[in-house]
């Protein structure tokens, strides 16, 4: 008697379901990761703060369009290093003479481009505004740092100014009461004998640093309220000049 053997069954390749499932849940992850990465960096993209555009000669002649006195006494003009008349002197001791190159002796920084600068009386005090530009922020800090480090080594140190006007005296720095969103500024008086002063503000905004130089031939302490509120006047009408440069 013959048996009948079961009928031999193909052999199938299976992949079980809970390996297929752990797949798909992994991909599904990577998915969204990648769609939420691609979203970060979009949002990051669209509201990371830009650099604030660059100052040109036009922007800051309109600047000092606001700067001159409305009495018409006093104007704005450019200022071409091409042009400019150094003035014949020098400062003692001589590592004290950056802090009055600009100033008294009229020599255009080396790294600046241009300016626009204008100038007034008060009274018996004469009064000059100016700003240089430079070809970017990173030049125009480097001067402001030059400056201050000058000043730092300066300060307190008799000095004589060999030019006109022709000066020696204390040099003192000026204590300023700045607001918490002010531009970095730094302000001294060299004060003679007789109580002359020749007071020095410097201010650094984006790629520009400005010069106020006060000659006061008055007695008495320096108060530098009425210089301070000359520096916040410009300093407002470079953020009102600087939007306008963003909306363009």
């Not at 006195?69 to 290093?81: L, Q």
């Not at 255009?108 to 009386?121: C, I, K, M, N, Y």
């Amino acid at each position: 008697m013959t048996t009948a053997s079961p009928q031999s069954q193909p052999e199938v390749l299976t992949v079980g379901l809970a390996e297929s499932g752990r797949l798909s849940r992994r991909g599904k992850f990577i998915s969204v990761a990648v769609i939420l990465a691609l979203l970060a960096g979009l949002l990051a993209w669209r509201f990371w703060p830009t650099p604030a555009p660059l100052f040109s000669l036009s922007d800051l002649q309109d600047v000092y369009s606001g700067m001159v006195r409305h009495d018409g006494t006093s104007e704005a003009s450019v200022i071409d290093r091409r042009w400019s008349s150094e003035q014949e002197g020098y400062i003692l001791p001589t590592a004290c003479e950056p802090l009055f190159e600009a100033t008294v002796l009229n020599r255009p920084p080396r790294e600046a481009l241009d300016g626009v600068g204008t100038f007034w009386e008060l009274d018996r005090s004469a009064v000059s505004l100016f700003t240089y530009r430079y070809r970017d922020v990173a030049s125009a800090h480097g001067e402001y740092q030059r400056l201050t480090s000058v000043l730092e080594n300066c300060r307190d140190v008799p000095v004589q100014v060999h030019a006109r006007p022709a000066s020696r005296g204390m040099l003192t720095v000026t204590p300023l009461s700045l607001a918490s969103d002010a531009p970095p500024q730094i302000a001294y008086v060299l004060t003679t004998n007789d109580g002359t002063k020749l007071v020095v503000h410097v201010l650094e905004f984006n790629n520009t640093i400005s010069w106020q130089f006060r000659y006061e031939p008055v007695s008495g302490a320096y108060l530098p309220q009425t210089a301070q509120r000359v520096m916040d006047s410009l300093t407002d009408q470079m953020r009102a000049v600087q939007d306008l440069m963003v909306t363009r």
